[in-house]
């Protein structure tokens, strides 16, 4: 399996110390994609890969599947055009399919192609969870609240908590590109984008992404929290989020599916 990664950052370089230098999946990174040079020609020397900032000379390249790991915007412009041009499709920005017409139309494409598209659970869990309950549609209320320290979120001079946001996540996700595609992922697992509710809050006492999960419907109720470890990297991402990219990539044509 070749894969090529879009973005040049913090994700991408975990997946291209794993995948080329540790072989932790069976297939090798081949070509990079992005827009930052002095990055993208780094990562190719370090990592033995190719860099391209041409977006036609990267998915005309040996590719077998794509990983989007850059932003939003990037997931937005390139999802189609990847599986248009015959590569399966990994994404960690999934954010980009808040708008329902869009992840039809990545849908239709998929299809019409014979491609598979991804969407891994990133930085949270439970998102099977959320399928089961809302199988016959009695999943009611759904809530993520979101911790992470002021600098995640861009502030700074920050000492006690502040809540930055609570409404649905389709306005969340606008609001928090980088900090909350976990809540896009758990609106398309269970109720959408306008049901789903988010709260994001600066917490200057946390030094690990925090995600509280809440749902309830006729299966019962649940209230989940996890206490994400940052990334070296970057610490707005969690290491969960990266490793959910590798394990997506690990199971690739297994003919038995898990959750
Ligand atoms: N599903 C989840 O749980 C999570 C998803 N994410 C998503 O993954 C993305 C990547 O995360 P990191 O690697 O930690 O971020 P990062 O900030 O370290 O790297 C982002 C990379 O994307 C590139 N990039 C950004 N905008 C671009 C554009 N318009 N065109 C071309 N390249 C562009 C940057 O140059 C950089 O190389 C985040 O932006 C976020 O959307 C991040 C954390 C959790
Ligand atoms: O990594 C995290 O904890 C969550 C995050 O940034 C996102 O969902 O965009």
Redesign the pocket.
């Known amino acids: 399996m070749n894969i090529g990664i879009m973005?040049?950052?913090?994700?991408?370089e975990y997946l291209l110390k794993s995948i080329n230098k540790e072989k932790q999946v069976t297939g090798i990174v081949t070509a990079v994609f992005?827009?930052?040079q002095a990055?993208g020609k780094g990562l190719a020397e370090t990592y033995q890969t190719r860099f391209y900032r041409d977006f036609n000379s990267f998915i005309k390249s040996d590719i077998d599947i794509v990983v989007e790991?850059?932003?939003?915007?990037?997931a937005a412009a390139y999802s189609v055009p990847v599986l248009e041009n015959g590569k399966d499709l990994i994404v960690?920005?999934?954010?980009a399919f808040a708008d329902g017409g869009f992840l039809e139309n990545v849908r239709e494409t998929a299809k019409d192609h014979g491609r598979t598209v991804h969407l891994p659970s990133?930085?949270v869990g439970g998102l099977d969870l959320l399928k089961s309950a809302n199988a016959l549609g009695g999943l009611e209320k759904v809530m993520i609240t979101t911790r992470k320290s002021p600098a995640s979120l861009g502030l700074e001079g920050i000492s006690e908590e502040k809540r930055l946001f609570d409404g649905p996540a389709g306005e969340a996700i606008r609001e928090f590109?980088?900090n909350v595609?976990?809540a896009l992922?758990l609106s398309l697992a269970g109720i959408g984008t306008e049901k789903t509710r988010v709260r994001v809050i600066a917490d200057p006492s946390v030094e690990r992404n925090t995600h509280t999960i809440e749902a309830e419907g006729s299966f019962g109720n649940i209230k989940t929290t996890i206490e994400n470890l940052p990334?070296p990297?970057?610490p707005?991402?969690?290491y969960l989020?990266a490793l959910s990219v590798l394990a997506a990539l690990k199971n690739q044509g297994n003919p038995v599916v898990i959750g």
């Open positions: 973005g040049t950052g913090n994700i991408a992005g827009r930052n990055a790991a850059a932003a939003v915007e990037v960690s920005s999934v954010g990133g930085a590109p980088k595609n976990v992922a990334m990297g970057n707005k991402t969690s989020a």
